[in-house]
């Protein structure tokens, strides 16, 4: 079992940066993928990046590219979401998620709770 919370979300105004951190705990954590998902009210659940276990290599949607950055840090077992010129279709509730697949862009074992974050414009 993985055990996963996120914090860091809030409000921030348009063009703006906040960083989300997931600390998880339960396993070792380099041996698990991590991906990140938002849902905004009414819509469902998006894909909004993941890093490997093994290479920390990361993989973006096109709605994301270049303004949302994934990085871990595994002695501190902790995965971050650096979010830049943030825009306020990025409101929604940000979710961390966890699993020994690689590369999956949905199916993971594992969830957080869920930080919100509000982009006002």
């Known amino acids: 079992q993985v055990h996963l919370v996120e914090s860091g979300g809030g409000l921030v105004q348009a063009g703006g940066s906040l960083r989300l951190s997931c600390a998880a705990s339960?396993?070792?954590?380099?041996?698990?993928?991590m991906g990140w998902f938002r849902q905004a009210p009414g819509k469902e659940r998006e894909f909004v990046g993941y890093?490997?276990?093994?290479?920390?290599?990361?993989y973006y949607p096109d709605s994301v590219k270049g303004r949302f950055t994934i990085s871990r840090d595994n002695a501190k077992n902790t995965v971050y979401l650096q979010m830049n010129n943030l825009k306020p279709e990025d409101t929604a509730v940000y979710y961390c998620?966890?699993?020994?697949?690689?590369?999956?862009?949905?199916?993971?074992?594992?969830w957080g709770q869920g930080t919100q974050v509000t982009v006002s414009s």
């Open positions: 339960g396993r070792t954590f380099s041996d698990y993928a």
């Open positions: 890093i490997s276990r093994s290479d920390n290599s990361t």
């Open positions: 998620a966890a699993d020994r697949r690689e590369f999956l862009v949905a199916g993971y074992n594992y």
